[in-house]
């Protein structure tokens, strides 16, 4: 690790081929993006141009083709699938349009997932729902609160530990304008706070939440 590096996240020359032989497709084409501490950046672009394969990417999910990432300067582009998901669980906060919680736990146990996973003590989680707005609520079970409140818990699951980038892809597709106001808010706040955070939408409304826009299409960072 590199701590004098001034960025959480860093894409240098990103590069990623899905499928192979005369289906290969391109779906990112030398990508280099840099997101600062307290930064929200919003990457805008048409269906197919390579938004959530970015997102992907730069949350290990998926290894790039050739390039590199880095977290806080340390390069984590080819670890191994155990190891990309101990960063993620460590470094790393994922919230998708589907919020992914296990409908078997409260909205508390599914916060203090990572952790658990990790066998760090659960602590904090209370503190985290609030500060999502979620307060009081933590016995709750995913099928007992809104879909805006279930996406919020989503947000305190990947925000809890010491987690410093935040990655978000259509995080309010399937909520009302309220709610979806409500849980960008709560996005925008947790990076004023100091995270990282990058944001995938086609939506510009969305997009008017973040620090910075930038556009892709065809692989490319226009």
């Given at each position: 690790?590199?701590?004098?590096?001034?960025?959480?996240?860093?894409?240098?020359?990103?590069?990623?081929?899905?499928?192979?032989?005369?289906?290969?497709?391109?779906?990112?084409?030398?990508v280099s993006l840099t997101v600062?501490?307290?930064?929200?950046?919003?990457?805008?672009?048409?269906?197919?141009?390579?938004?959530?394969?970015l997102i992907h990417v730069a949350g290990l999910l998926r290894p790039p083709t050739s390039g590199r990432v880095l977290l806080d300067g340390a390069d984590v582009s080819h670890l191994t699938r155990a190891r990309a998901a101990e960063a993620r669980r460590r470094r790393i906060g994922l919230v998708f349009q589907n919020c992914n919680l296990v409908p078997t736990l409260t909205l508390a146990e599914n916060v203090a997932l990572p952790l658990e996973l990790d066998n760090v003590p659960a602590v904090g989680i209370a503190e985290a729902l609030t500060r999502v707005g979620l307060e009081g609520m933590g016995g709750r079970f995913p099928d007992e609160v809104s879909d805006g409140q279930a996406q919020l818990a989503a947000i305190a699951r990947a925000l809890i530990g010491p987690r410093t980038v935040l990655l978000a892809d259509e995080p309010t597709g399937d909520l009302d304008q309220t709610t979806g106001n409500q849980v960008l808010s709560t996005l925008r706040r947790c990076v004023d706070a100091g995270g990282a955070g990058l944001?995938?939408?086609?939506?510009?409304?969305?997009?008017?939440?973040?620090?910075?826009?930038?556009r892709m299409r065809d692989g490319r960072l226009l």
């Open positions: 690790m590199s701590p004098a590096s001034p960025y959480p996240l860093e894409l240098q020359g990103v590069s990623c081929l899905l499928g192979s032989g005369e289906r290969a497709v391109i779906a990112l084409d030398e600062s501490p307290g930064e929200l950046v919003a990457v805008m672009g048409p269906s197919g141009s390579g938004k959530s394969t944001l995938v939408t086609h939506d510009p409304e969305v997009a008017d939440w973040a620090h910075r826009v930038v």
